[in-house]
């Protein structure tokens, strides 16, 4: 029987004695249970992903040294194996590093085996900074057990469809009796039932046991859920670690089978959480380490009465507390009494103080200076934006006098569109809800309601029709098409074969109805025009908490000035 110990860790990029006081810790919990191992994620040492300090030798010459003291610690723990992720020199051809496992025991190192599939498409660039690893397997014999090794993507292309390179066949090869993967993947829908499925498969056709470990935490846009897991050599998941929380865990292997404290661990659901849950979860976390990692503890939202701001209060209060969260309502001579009543209706719910700044005298003072500057008054769009702008103004003081950091409320389905206001309602750090169509904020904030038991988010903004309030009696309908439309439009064009199966059979149906009529083919390609149009406003937004398949951000890479037919 081998006891292996599942660190599923919540590293920091670059902070290496932080990550490796994370690692001791767990390798001392580890050596209490006794176990002959204690696995790591993928680039632990590190944290994933370290981007463009890999080129720094600075960076590089400390993550060695963070190296050495890991190989300091392991002494004093002689019985223990542990797997460890890392960036290494190398001194072959190609580029000057790899990204590799090492196994360690007391102060040596037993093994070494270097990433072979190196992902360079949507979130990743690995190919930037890595050399491919050579093509072979490596085992290494503990406790009357072969064991196998694998960095993440290498345990992807069982079906050779993306690599000419299968490492999982030539593992399966070289015979183990288990499969330890390391892994950095970060959570999105349909994740973790995509991880079960295409591991599971391996294992079934290999008959090869596989331990799948996950790293868990929010890094920049990236969320990782952890949700390490077990497979047996059936395919069957038949063990999985917690969603989006750390958690050490032992378990024993034997022959095969996966165990806890000498039991079958509980059953697995094939199913993940319900997506507004999973986005909730996903959300939270990725505002909680984002602010944590930015040397942030509190956060501050304009709130505009509005869903879109009620629902980024709402998860600020649940990330990072009630006491860390300030409210700014900003009225300006369009705005309706409606409006802040019900911010003051939800600030009330949340616990959270609502601070008052009208803008109607910087505007004035602003269309003041215009007219006498440039002989014309300013009016429609330019003072729509304008008002937006003062609002961001405001909103960007308040930051930097009180050191909160300022979550930008927009939405999936007006950022694409462009309807938004640059340098205005764009300006923050983080945007939570930016990969969240407009009909899932609505239904998110009615979750939010259901998680606390009450109406944390008033009904009355749930039911209000949407309106930036910019301009006399204006509504999100003057400008754009119903919210369930245009999400389906948008669902379609940006995500297309990445969207659940359920939900691409859903958009597919209202756009080939849309296209059947003159005037809804006109939509979808005035909607596919705006899309196109706005790239550059995208480009000069915060960061956004990746949800889906296809977010904007790094794993979106579109031309600004280019032509679209």
Same mark, same amino acid.
């Given at each position: 029987m081998l006891r292996i110990h599942v660190a599923q860790i919540n590293p920091t990029v670059g902070d290496l004695q932080g990550n490796l006081r994370l690692m001791v810790e767990a390798a001392r919990a580890a050596r209490t249970a006794e176990a002959a191992f204690v696995v790591f994620p993928e680039l632990s040492l590190t944290g994933y992903y370290p981007g463009d300090l890999l080129e720094d030798p600075a960076f590089l010459d400390r993550t060695e040294a963070a190296f050495q003291d890991l190989l300091l610690a392991s002494r004093q723990m002689p019985a223990l194996h542990w797997v460890v992720g890392l960036p290494a020199r190398h001194g072959g051809p190609g580029k000057p590093l790899r990204n590799e496992l090492r196994v360690v025991h007391a102060g040596e190192v037993l093994l070494t085996y270097a990433k072979q599939l190196l992902p360079t498409y949507d979130v990743f660039d690995e190919r930037r900074h890595f050399e491919p690893g050579p093509d072979v397997a490596r085992l290494l014999p503990v406790a009357g057990a072969r064991v196998g090794f694998l960095i993440c993507e290498d345990g992807w292309n069982d079906a050779a469809e993306d690599y000419p390179v299968n490492p999982f066949q030539h593992l399966a090869d070289?015979? =183990?009796?288990?499969? +330890?993967?390391?892994?950095?993947? =970060?959570?999105?829908? !349909?994740?973790?039932?995509?991880?079960?499925? +295409?591991?599971g498969a391996a294992a079934a056709r290999h008959r090869l046991p596989i331990l799948y470990v996950n790293q868990v935490g929010g890094q920049d846009q990236l969320v990782y859920d952890g949700a390490s897991f077990a497979v047996e050599a059936d395919g069957r998941v038949t063990w999985e670690a917690p969603r989006f929380e750390t958690a050490g865990i032992t378990m024993e292997v034997d022959r095969g089978c996966f165990l806890l404290q000498g039991a079958l661990p509980p059953a697995v659901p094939r199913d993940g959480l319900p997506t507004p849950e999973f986005q909730r979860r996903q959300i939270v976390l990725g505002i909680r380490d984002y602010a944590r990692r930015c040397g942030f503890s509190t956060a501050v939202v304009g709130s505009s009465g509005g869903i879109d701001s009620a629902l980024t209060l709402a998860l600020a209060v649940e990330a990072l507390g009630a006491a860390n969260v300030a409210a700014i309502t900003m009225p300006s001579r369009f705005s309706s009494t409606g409006s802040v009543d019900d911010s003051e209706a939800l600030c009330r719910e949340l616990g959270i103080p609502l601070l008052r700044h009208p803008i109607r005298e910087p505007v004035a003072a602003f269309e003041t200076g215009f007219a006498a500057a440039f002989g014309q008054p300013l009016a429609g769009v330019p003072l729509e934006n304008l008002q937006a702008r003062v609002r961001g103004t405001v909103l960007m003081a308040y930051s930097n006098a009180f050191g909160h950091l300022l979550l930008t409320t927009g939405n999936k389905s007006e950022i694409s569109v462009g309807y938004c206001t640059l340098y205005g309602d764009t300006n923050g750090g983080l945007g939570p809800i930016g990969d969240l169509y407009k009909t899932e904020v609505f239904a998110l904030a009615r979750h939010m309601n259901d998680v606390a038991g009450r109406a944390l988010i008033p009904e009355a903004i749930l039911t209000k029709p949407p309106s930036a309030e910019l301009a006399p009696d204006q509504r999100d309908s003057d400008s754009l098409p119903p919210y369930d439309v245009l999400d389906a439009i948008l669902k379609l064009h940006i995500e297309s074969t990445r969207l659940p199966a359920t939900e691409h059979a859903g958009a597919q149906a209202v756009v080939q109805a849309l296209q059947e009529r003159p005037?809804?083919?006109?939509?979808?390609?005035? *909607?596919?025009?705006?899309?196109?149009?706005?790239?550059?406003? @995208?480009?000069?937004? =915060?960061? +956004? +908490?990746?949800? @889906?398949? @296809?977010?904007?951000?790094? !794993?979106?890479?579109? =031309? *600004?000035?280019?032509?679209?037919?």
């Open positions: 070289a015979a =183990p009796d288990l499969v +330890i993967s390391i892994n950095a993947s =970060p959570s999105a829908i !349909g994740k973790r039932e995509q991880r079960h499925r +295409i591991f005037e809804g083919a006109a939509l979808v390609r005035r *909607i596919h025009g705006l899309v196109a149009r706005n790239e550059y406003k @995208r480009r000069q937004a =915060p960061p +956004i +908490i990746r949800l @889906r398949g @296809r977010a904007f951000g790094a !794993g979106r890479q579109m =031309p *600004i000035a280019a032509h679209h037919d």
